[in-house]
């Protein structure tokens, strides 16, 4: 396993869940590393994302204000934090990387095949 996401569960709407994407094999040094998420029956999308090396971030605009990402080199890891959470907000969560210089990894306007590396998804579900 290359890339394990964790840290999802059932929360009410308004609570809080932090996901961690844990990178084992390689370092995430000169990558940027996104979540994603697939609501029930629809594409995954890109939510958040941040670059290795200077910690600069990019949200959508369904998150912005509600997640914050981060990361700390020395586990190897980034993490999403899940603040104010919506019904709408329910769905597998993926992490991915990408090498951070490639165009659109940062933005999440990538393709998805131009990330190298995928995480097992984490289930999130959140009661209204």
């Known amino acids: 396993v290359q890339l394990q996401a964790s840290g999802g569960g059932l929360v009410q709407a308004g609570g809080s869940l932090k996901l961690s994407c844990a990178a084992s094999?390689?370092?995430?040094?000169?990558?940027?590393v996104a979540w994603f998420h697939q609501a029930p029956g629809k594409e995954r999308e890109g939510v958040a994302s941040t670059k290795m090396t200077d910690g600069s971030t990019y949200y959508s605009d369904s998150v912005k204000g509600r997640f914050t990402v981060s990361r700390d080199n020395d586990k190897n890891t980034v993490y999403l934090q899940m603040d104010g959470l919506k019904p709408e907000d329910t769905g597998v969560y993926y992490c991915a990387a990408g090498w951070a210089q490639s165009s659109g990894i940062l933005t999440l306007t990538a393709p998805l095949n131009e990330y190298d590396f995928w995480g097992i998804g984490t289930q999130v579900t959140v009661s209204s």
């Open positions: 094999e390689f370092t995430l040094e000169n990558y940027a």
